[in-house]
């Protein structure tokens, strides 16, 4: 019963500490993403985010904007923790909105 409880404990903990954070990127990043999405005609953060929820359900932990090098175009990608504490990696395509990919983030 004991060890029930820690785990329990311990994974509220865990994600009242990223809740509480609330940070996807830091200022500048944000406005570099925001002014990259307006020049190419791209999704905003926000949609790219609802998007990445809805494909893995969960707290976003991180959100990236990258530039695809051989195949031109650009991605959203996130970090985002499930209900169980597994960290997963989301890529969106910015300019479609489609999920590009959904893997377990091991490490």
């Known amino acids: 019963m004991k060890n029930s409880v820690y785990k ?4 509220t903990i865990l994600m009242l500490g990223i809740l509480s954070t609330n940070a996807v990127a830091d200022d500048d990043d944000l406005q570099e993403m ?5 020049q190419f005609s791209l999704i905003s953060l ?3 985010k609802a998007k ?11 959100a990236d904007l990258e530039n695809r090098k051989f195949s031109k175009g650009w991605d959203y990608e996130f970090e985002i923790v499930d ?3 597994k ?10 909105g489609k999920v590009g990919s959904i893997k377990r983030d091991w490490f």
């Open 46 to 48: 926000d949609e790219a």
């Open 52 to 62: 990445a929820l809805a494909a893995k359900p969960g707290v976003v932990k991180d």
């Open 8 to 11: 329990t404990s311990a994974a």
């Open 83 to 85: 209900a169980d504490g």
């Open 34 to 38: 925001e002014a990259i999405s307006k």
């Open 87 to 96: 960290e997963w990696d989301v890529v969106i395509d910015a300019k479609t």
